[in-house]
C-alpha cells in the first residue's frame, strides 16, 4: 500500500523556519517526482513545487510565491522529502500536502497533510 | 501564469444524477490537464490525467474530455461516495494552476 506521510507542521511566528518532512512507502520513491501543495483555510489549492527524480537530475521548480524562500530536497535513502520553509509570512498559514508523480506535473499519491500556523 | 476557471462552483445534484462541470483554460494548454476529487478534510486524489485518462482504481463514471481551452469532467451516475469538491489543474506551463474547484452537494 502506497503511503506519504508529512510530519514538521504547527504553530510557527512570521519570519521563522520549519521543515516538514513527507516519508513515502509502498513505492519505488526513487522513480518520483515529489510535489508539494497548500491548501489555506477555506481555499483551493495552489501548488508549491517539487523535486524532479534523480535520474531527471534532482532539479527543482517552484511557485512565484515561495520561490527564494522555500527549498525542496530528496532523501531517496531514506524515501523522505523535504520542504525547509524559511521567513513564513501569516499568508504561508496553509495544510502543506506532499504527492508523488511519475513527471511532477500531476499527482498520483498524496498524503495526509501537515498544518502550518504562521502567526505572532 | 495560466488562470484556471471552473463552473459552476457549487453545484446541487441528487444520486443517479448525471453531473458535468466544466473547466477554462485562460490559453491553450494542448491535453495536458488533471482533475482532482478532494473530501472535507481529505487529500485531493487524482481522477483524470492527460484530460481523458482515468487514473488507478478511478471508476468508470468519471470521465474526462476536452483540449485546448476547454474540458469536461462528467460523472454519469452520481453516487453517495462522490459528493465533494473537484478540482481541475494545468500541466502545460509553470506555474502549475488550480481551478478555484466545485462543490458538488445535495
Known amino acids: 500500500e502506497v503511503q506519504l506521510v508529512e510530519s514538521g507542521g504547527g504553530l510557527i511566528k512570521p519570519g521563522r523556519s520549519l521543515r516538514l518532512s513527507c516519508t513515502g512507502s509502498g513505492f519505488n520513491f526513487g522513480d518520483y517526482a515529489m510535489s508539494w501543495f497548500r491548501q489555506a483555510p477555506g481555499k483551493g489549492l495552489e501548488w508549491v513545487g517539487f523535486?524532479?527524480?534523480?535520474?531527471?537530475?534532482?532539479?527543482?521548480e517552484y511557485a512565484a510565491s515561495v520561490k527564494g524562500r522555500f527549498t525542496i530536497s530528496r532523501d531517496d535513502s531514506k524515501t523522505i522529502a523535504y520542504l525547509q520553509t524559511n521567513s513564513l509570512k501569516t499568508e504561508d498559514t496553509a495544510v502543506y500536502y506532499c504527492s508523488a508523480g511519475t513527471t511532477g506535473w500531476y499527482s498520483d499519491y498524496w498524503g495526509q497533510g501537515t498544518l502550518v500556523t504562521v502567526s505572532s | 501564469d495560466i488562470q484556471m476557471t471552473q463552473s459552476p462552483s457549487t453545484l446541487s445534484a441528487s444520486v443517479g444524477d448525471r453531473v458535468t462541470i466544466t473547466c477554462r483554460a485562460s490559453q491553450s494548454i494542448s491535453d495536458w490537464l488533471a482533475w482532482y476529487q478532494q473530501k472535507p478534510g481529505k487529500a485531493p486524489t487524482l481522477l483524470i490525467y492527460k484530460a481523458s485518462t482515468l487514473g488507478s482504481g478511478v471508476p468508470s463514471r468519471f470521465s474526462g474530455s476536452g483540449s485546448g481551452t476547454e474540458f469536461t469532467l462528467i460523472i454519469s451516475s452520481l453516487q453517495p461516495d462522490d459528493f465533494a469538491t473537484y478540482y481541475c489543474?494545468?500541466?502545460?506551463?509553470?506555474?502549475?494552476?488550480f481551478g478555484g474547484g466545485t462543490k458538488v452537494d445535495i
Open positions: 489543474q494545468q500541466y502545460n506551463t509553470y506555474p502549475l494552476t
Open positions: 523535486i524532479r527524480n534523480n535520474a531527471y537530475g534532482g532539479t527543482t
